[in-house]
């Protein structure tokens, strides 16, 4: 369901730069943000670099797509805990299916 909300026009512009560098949709860039904060909030032993790991590799998933290469066997993909929040996984992706 789709809720209308008022945003800053700070906010929108910055979106703007972001989904521009980022190939998404503005809409996409502003609900991808609170997604970091969320996974931070939950986890905040994690670094940024783990976090925006974790939301690549659920994307990709969702998308179906694959990146192969050597750094493929090494991705480690996150582990969903009671509260919902994401940890680290302790070993990496299979990539045999």
């Known amino acids: 369901m789709a809720v ?3 945003l800053s026009e ?3 512009n910055q979106a703007k730069c972001y989904a521009r560098l980022e190939r998404r ?3 996409k860039q502003i609900e991808y943000w609170p ?3 969320k996974i931070a909030a939950e986890n905040p032993e994690l670094p940024f670099s783990v976090i925006r790991d974790i939301l690549i590799a659920d994307q990709d998933e969702a998308s179906g797509e694959y990146q192969f290469g050597p750094s493929a066997s090494s991705i480690h993909r996150p582990s969903r805990v009671r509260s919902g929040s994401l940890i680290a996984a302790k070993r ?3 990539t045999k299916r």
């Open 92 to 94: 990496p992706i299979s």
């Open 10 to 12: 700070d906010l929108v």
């Open 35 to 37: 997604q970091i904060g």
């Open 4 to 6: 209308n909300v008022k």
């Open 25 to 27: 949709s503005v809409p």
